[in-house]
């Protein structure tokens, strides 16, 4: 079993949380907040993938 990882757990929380906010945006069909959270999604999503591929490199 793999240790526990703080950073990869936090990045994971902050991903979880764009996508609900991603849905309470569209529940209250406010269209600057959509674009927000999917933004937020992707950039907290990028930013895991890339230091997953890095820490593999190591």
Known sequence: MNKFQPLFFMIALLATAAMISIGIAIAYRHVPAIVAS?????AVMGLGFSLKRKKKMR
């Open 38 to 42: 999917i933004v937020a999604l992707f």
